[in-house]
């Protein structure tokens, strides 16, 4: 997945038309599903005056309600330009962005430029990458108190939906990036980082996971 060669093509993937069908549907419906189960959580657990990293942030919905909720600054990354612009776009749009800085590429790539934030959030960002490990392992160890994540399962349904998925979206030329990792391999690499969780929401597809690191 690091070398180019292996790299999709996120910004034909997540192209102009669907970032403006997110934020759309953002500004008609605020966040939904596992993503409002996220930040309610991570409210919960206290975000004034925190900085937050989101990665894979698309549109930059999280990024928007942690600001509004009290958080200090956020650092929106994305290997999308078109849903970067879409997250810039409305950051400003609601008068914060003096707080929010963003970054487009491969966070694997760039974890070693950008600073520790106080919470670090992976919104269904797992499933789009093949080396969980680095992803997973490089932005832990950028999370100072809280880590979350929106993954899926790690079930038979799930790996045969996701090979249904790529094999769907490849006949279009489009092969989407889908993949399902080990539940027990991604929980023991957080752990081992010093977190223990707080929060572990799991659906028929998706679970939802929320980490604070010991003290």
Not at 36 to 61: F, K
Not at 100 to 113: I, L, P, R
Not at 129 to 137: I, M, S
Not at 184 to 203: E, M, S, Y
């Amino acid at each position: 997945m690091s070398r180019d060669c292996c790299r999709p093509d996120y910004d034909a993937l997540f192209d102009d038309g669907a970032a403006r069908n997110k934020l759309a549907a953002y500004r008609r419906n605020g966040p939904q599903g596992t993503t409002r189960t996220l930040l309610d959580a991570i409210i919960a657990e206290g975000v004034i005056g925190a900085s937050v990293m989101d990665i894979g942030g698309g549109v930059g919905v999280i990024g928007v309600e942690l600001l509004d909720a009290g958080a200090s600054s956020v650092i929106s990354i994305d290997a999308s330009r078109p849903y970067l612009a879409a997250a810039r776009q409305e950051i400003q749009r609601r008068g914060l962005g003096e707080r929010a800085t963003f970054h487009h590429g491969d966070f694997v790539g760039m974890a070693a430029d950008v600073p520790d934030a106080d919470v670090v959030t992976l919104d269904r960002v797992v499933c789009c990458y093949l080396d969980w490990e680095a992803l997973v392992g490089r932005s832990v160890d950028r999370a100072r108190r809280l880590y979350g994540l929106v993954y899926p399962r790690d079930r038979w349904w799930m790996r045969w939906s996701s090979g249904l998925v790529r094999a769907v979206s490849g006949l279009f030329g489009r092969a989407r990036p889908f993949s399902i990792h080990s539940d027990r391999g991604i929980d023991t690499l957080i752990r081992a980082a010093g977190f223990v969780p707080v929060l572990t929401h799991r659906g028929l597809a998706w679970q939802t996971v929320l980490y604070r690191r010991e003290t």
